[in-house]
Nanobody, 124 residues
């Protein structure tokens, strides 16, 4: 059974930074592509950033490019999302997900394993 557990969310002022962590257990972590998503009430889950199992070519969507950076430490079975220059519109529940494929999927349906989410709130 694969477990995905996010941590690191919280309350931060606009312009501040947070680093989310996501620990994966139960399967060989290095086989998974990892993605970060966020969701607000009444909206679909939005892909933000992802990273291949090799750690190469981290990818992020234009709305967060230059501010959010994914990384991973396969020795620790953990993936990270460094979030800088946070804005109030970044307020959401953030999710980490794992996909057993060698590329970074951009849609939630392509991910098999999900964490429970961690709340990020950015105050003005």
């Amino acid at each position: 059974q694969v477990q995905v557990v996010e941590s690191g969310g919280g309350l931060v002022q606009a312009g501040g930074s947070l680093r989310l962590s996501c620990a994966v257990s139960g399967r060989t972590f290095s086989n998974f592509a990892m993605g970060w998503f966020r969701q607000t009430a009444g909206k679909d889950r939005e892909f933000l950033a992802g990273i291949k199992y090799s750690g190469s070519m981290p990818d992020s969507v234009d709305s967060v490019k230059g501010r959010f950076t994914p990384s991973r430490d396969n020795a620790k079975n953990t993936v990270y999302l460094q979030m800088n220059n946070l804005k109030p519109e970044d307020t959401a529940v953030y999710y980490c997900a794992a996909a057993n494929v060698p590329w970074v999927p951009k849609t939630s349906a392509q991910y098999t394993y999900w964490g429970q989410g961690t709340q990020v709130t950015v105050s003005p």
